[in-house]
């Protein structure tokens, strides 16, 4: 006679098996999450420069132990979908809210650091995954846009260092940026519109944006807000188009699998997106979603800063900060000259 409770019980187990295999993982970059925003809260420290931290503090339970497995699917699956959730924030609304000009600008400006960043690279002996990372996350949204670019990336032995540096770097500039912005946009004299297109076009990270751009008025910090999230959307069109050019780039191994054509993540940013653009979907479900968004992408950078070893972060050389700090003022002085051309 078959025994039916226990041919349940396996088979409710072997079902569980996966979950049971990433949940200490995950648990374990959760509370690293909820610690970094913690400090945000109470000491105003930036939530993922905290995530990032802590993580690397817990290096060790990314090399070994049972840990390891969710440590993986949180540093790649659960980042994936914050960027993908990403796309919500984004609407036609948006562009036409901000005029045909402006968007000419945002674009050539994102376009021309890219571009500098492989330059820049290329004199100071760097490699271009380092330039394509280091310049798309300047030119567009910093650390969110930095995990975005490092998903369709080749990888090599320096991936994960790369990311971290690179994270770290936008985040430490775009806080002096806060400070300093509203101080160069009064020395140029600009009105509170153009010190909100300046202050959005340049500083890389949303929450620095936000601040920044308040810090001088209403107007300086609702138009900053705008323009940052039209630069946000051009996430999705960089992402791709790199993940295009690069997909032949990496040997693939026998019996591997080539890269998707467009990535998943993708997909489901440019989908969300123009669902958010029909006006459909309740401000309520967009709130929830952008910050599904937030903490999914602060569980990934956790996972991220423990799968980095501080001697891989002190490896990555001077070089890689110079050329970060050139794309930084770099972006500035030529959105500068932008505003000036176009009034």
Known sequence: MTDLPSDRSTLLAGRLAPVTRLAPGVAVCATVALAAQFLSDHYGAPAMLMALLIGIAFHFMAEEGRAVPGIAFTSRTVLRLGVALLGVRMSAELLVGIGPATIGLIVAAVAATILFGLAGAKLLGRGW?????????????????????????????????????????????????????????????????????????????????????FSISEEAGETATLVKLVRVTLLAPVVLIFSLALRNVAPVEPGAKRPPLVPGFVLGFIALAAINSTGLVPAALSALLVDLSRWALLFGIAAVGMKTSMKSIRDVGSTAIVLIVAETVFIALFVIGGMRIIG
Request: hydrophobic share 60%; proline share 2%.
């Open 129 to 213: 995954r380092l330039a394509l990372l280091t310049g798309g996350s300047v030119a567009i949204c910093g650390a969110s846009a930095a995990m975005a670019i490092a998903a369709v990336l080749p990888r090599n032995e320096h991936s994960e260092r790369n990311l971290i540096f690179t994270v770290i770097g936008v985040t430490v500039l775009s806080t002096i940026a806060m400070i300093a912005y509203p101080i160069v946009v009064a020395a140029f004299g600009m009105d509170d519109r153009a010190a909100g297109i300046f202050i959005g076009a340049t500083i890389h990270d949303v929450a620095q944006v936000v601040g920044a751009g």
